[in-house]
């Protein structure tokens, strides 16, 4: 069942795919590059290792994947939005690489087994979906047993000094970049509410424990303008 807010999502990254790309570099100081090339460094992804890539957008995560597991590996990438896909389809194509397969699909309820993947990954997209939970836990069950899942998205900044600057700037001045750059005043100012309501590193990283992740970690970024949460399926005894 479609909720209002993933109608209201929907509607958003349909509309701003062909803006998307260039308003990120324009409202994160191109920052968010440098945040997942960190967090690349720190998962040590295996070559030959199969990933889902969860609300992929215009793919750029998939992409690096792809490189980093090698023609042996593959990536799928999954997103609900069709005009994001056909946006993440030109880079694809474009970045010549055979191991990649976009799809379109619903977080919520990923159409793949369990057990499926040694990396499951999701960028930016965590805060829009309607439940949380939910959707750590559907990444949890298609997770293959001793596999790590990772979330890199917008936080809450840990430096009090920080916090009012950072809190001001996606609140009003974001929105007016979207307005000025992308015609699009009304659907960045719903991304930064996302972005304001979205949990902390603390209380994400209980809600990985909660969808029953093992060794969970964080790291900020930027003094908690984004984080990254990693987080492991724990093989079973039996399995050792």
């Known amino acids: ?20 790309d260039r308003m990120n570099s324009v409202i994160s100081f191109k920052l968010h590059v440098h945040w997942r090339n960190e967090t690349m460094e720190l998962m040590r992804m295996k070559k030959g290792a199969s990933v889902l890539d969860v609300c992929c957008g215009t793919a750029d995560w998939t992409i690096l994947s792809a490189r980093e597991v090698g023609p042996s590996g593959k990536v799928t990438g999954l997103d609900f939005s ?18 990649i397969e976009l799809m379109q699909g619903n977080a919520m309820e990923l159409p793949f087994a369990d057990n499926s993947f040694d990396y499951v990954t999701i960028g930016f ?31 809450q900044p840990n430096i009090p000094v920080w916090r009012p600057f950072f809190n001001t700037y996606f609140r009003y001045v974001m929105p007016l970049f979207g307005k000025i750059f992308a015609k699009s005043y009304d659907e960045y100012s719903w991304l930064q509410e996302s972005t304001r309501h979205f ?15 093992s060794y969970v970690r964080y790291i900020s970024h930027s003094g908690g303008a984004s984080a990254t949460h990693f987080g492991y399926k724990k093989v079973a005894e039996d399995e050792i």
């Open 199 to 213: 949990p902390g590193m603390g209380k994400l990283s209980d809600l990985f424990y909660q969808a029953g992740f």
């Open 1 to 20: 069942m479609t909720t209002e807010k993933e109608e209201k999502v929907h509607h958003v990254f349909e509309k701003i795919s062909s803006d998307y």
């Open 82 to 99: 069709s005009n994001m896909l056909q946006v993440g389809e030109a880079k694809v194509a474009d970045s010549g690489l055979q191991n």
């Open 125 to 155: 997209g965590l805060r829009n979906v309607p439940d949380y939970l939910t959707v750590l836990k559907e990444m949890y069950r298609v997770l293959k047993p001793g596999g790590q899942a990772v979330c890199l998205d917008t936080s």
